[in-house]
């Protein structure tokens, strides 16, 4: 961490691996902290970047300033320069470069999953913890303004006792046959497929907003089995032809689970990629005693509240997100002005950035993440099985041999 040379605050450099589409996201993010967020404890510097594909670099450079480029990612964990390594390459190579990061002494912010198995996930959090660095994880939905209004709400007790829970992410993003054959859709580059791609956010909100998860049982399909194989590179939103090559889908598309929770309320999730209709349907309806809250990605800037209060008045009310509320002002002022997705990226930055800044824990950081692979496996078990299994905490307790 260096002084910057016009003012007190300190500057952070910054590396990215992997510069696809979440690569570019979180380099804009870190890009944006500096007009967006004024009181802000540093600044990011965007140091280096590593991709496998030239073009990928070159844009680094020329299009988002970074100060150079490499097609090898031990030059960004090696780098001098670099306090934070930003990863955002397929999950199966998460762990060996959270582990060499860490080694190195960088703070790590990995988007989930940090490992593409649960046993990969503990190891990395295992890593990161025995370096003394701080990890962060990415589950961006928790940085909704929205949602973070939805969190006080239950915090404050205005809904009751919650009694059940429903969370959902239906997307279509695999919807189309002839979507590439991507590292997403293939066990050994992403592990499995929608339990660790988007129910894993589904139930990180539910954990954040409702607690630990107990028990669960769950099952899981696979509704497309081939599809053309790419060409360099391609991502899950590429397109093939007909009659192009194919190959074999290796993880799950659905998988549905039902659980209870360590409050005692119960949960229902359903997570699949290839839905017709659905577009980016992560969404959670909240139930209580005294109330009730619903939100669904689709519509960012919305939350549904309805709080019973002894009236025979009926139907929710519609909270439209504004400047009140966590966050959003910085992007925007006033009422019912929306921020997007980026902005959700551009925060969960600016506040990784602030915990390495101040030294201190980022959550959520590596830990939640071993919580959510906790049930994970516990989801992966019943489907084997076809049974309830309980959630084992995967979480390696400190001092404990390894």
């Known amino acids: 961490m260096t002084a910057s040379p016009t003012h007190a605050r300190p500057v952070i450099g910054i590396g990215v691996i992997g510069f696809g589409w979440m690569g570019q996201a979180h380099s804009r993010g870190f890009r944006r902290i500096p007009s967006f967020f004024q009181q802000r404890p540093a600044d990011p510097r965007l140091v ?43 999950n199966m190579l998460h762990l060996q470069i959270v582990q060499a990061a860490a080694a190195n002494g960088k703070h790590v912010f990995c988007e ?25 994880v990415g589950y961006n939905y928790r940085w909704v303004p929205l949602v973070q ?4 709400i239950i915090d404050a007790g205005r809904i009751g006792t919650i009694t059940n829970y429903r969370g959902r992410f239906l997307s279509n993003y695999g919807s189309d046959p002839l979507g590439l054959l991507s590292w997403r859709f293939l066990v050994d580059q992403a592990g499995y497929g929608v339990s660790t791609d988007i129910l894993s956010h589904s139930m990180d909100l539910a954990m954040f907003l409702n607690g630990p998860i107990s028990s669960v049982t769950g099952l899981g399909t696979t509704f497309i089995t081939e599809r053309p194989l790419p060409s360099v590179g391609g991502t899950h939103y590429d397109r093939g032809k007909p009659g192009d090559p194919t190959g074999t889908v290796t993880n799950e598309d659905w998988f549905g689970a039902i659980t209870k929770f360590a409050n005692g309320s119960v949960g229902t999730f359903e997570a699949c990629r290839s839905m017709v209709g659905p577009e980016s349907q992560n969404a959670f309806e909240i139930f209580g005693t005294e109330g009730s809250i619903t939100w669904n990605f689709e519509k960012m800037n919305e939350l549904q509240v309805y709080f019973a209060n002894g009236t ?25 002005n929306s921020i997007g ?28 993440a071993v919580d959510f692979v906790s049930v994970q496996d516990a989801l992966l078990r019943s489907w084997e099985s076809g049974r309830w299994v309980d959630v084992i905490s995967l979480r390696v307790p400190a001092g404990a041999p390894t």
């Open 48 to 90: 280096i970047c590593s991709d496998t594909i030239a073009e990928r670099r070159a844009e680094a450079v020329d299009g988002f300033g970074f100060e150079s480029a490499t097609g090898d990612w031990h030059d960004v964990v090696d780098h001098p320069d670099v306090q934070i390594v930003i990863i955002t390459t397929p």
């Open 112 to 136: 989930k999953p940090v490992g593409g198995t649960p046993a990969q996930t503990v190891a990395a959090e295992l890593a990161a913890r025995q370096a003394g660095v701080i990890s962060g």
């Open 149 to 152: 209004h939805a969190k006080a």
């Open 312 to 336: 025979k008045e009926t139907g929710y009310t519609t909270v439209f997100g504004g400047d009140r509320f966590p966050f959003h002002g910085n992007f925007v002022p006033g009422n019912a």
């Open 341 to 368: 997705f980026e902005d959700l990226i551009t925060i969960e930055d600016s506040e990784f950035l602030r915990a390495v800044a101040e030294r201190r824990a980022y959550n959520p950081g590596f830990e939640e």
